[in-house]
């Protein structure tokens, strides 16, 4: 019998051309320090989460084969409580709100989204319960 996995999701990474400038970004927007480590031709800055307890984990990444992108696949982020509140960080450190909070469902209680674009031009979603 197959066994289903509890996440659809292991791991992401989001491209960026300029790092420190995306760095400083999503560490503004998110309001902590973004931990990077060099991995070979690769620049990591990392999200955080809860490893040992199972959390699901990401970066940016600078390399020569990442490249950003508006239209590909589209990444929810954990935006905490209320996305709002990362949200209103969003245009003061340099990005786009492409759309606005809004229920991701009008006829079940499934959460909050928005959409955003990063310095990088990557289109990114937040997700929140409220």
């Known amino acids: ?65 990442y490249l950003p992108s508006q239209r590909g696949s589209l990444i929810y982020l954990y935006a905490g409580d209320d996305l709002t509140t990362v949200l209103d960080r969003v245009e003061d450190a340099g990005g786009k709100i492409e759309l606005d909070k ?9 959460g909050y989204f928005a959409i955003i674009f990063d310095t990088d031009g990557n289109r990114v979603a937040l997700y929140s319960k409220a």
Do not use: T
């Open 1 to 65: 019998m197959h066994q289903v996995p509890k996440n659809a999701l292991s791991w992401f990474e989001i491209p960026v051309h300029d790092f420190d400038r995306a760095r400083k970004f999503y560490s503004q927007i998110f309001s902590y320090e973004m931990p990077e480590q060099q991995l070979g031709f690769k620049r990591m800055g990392f999200f955080p989460c809860d490893n040992e307890n199972g959390g699901i984990g990401g970066a940016i990444v600078q390399g020569s084969d």
């Open 102 to 110: 809004r229920p991701m469902s009008e006829l079940q209680d499934l």
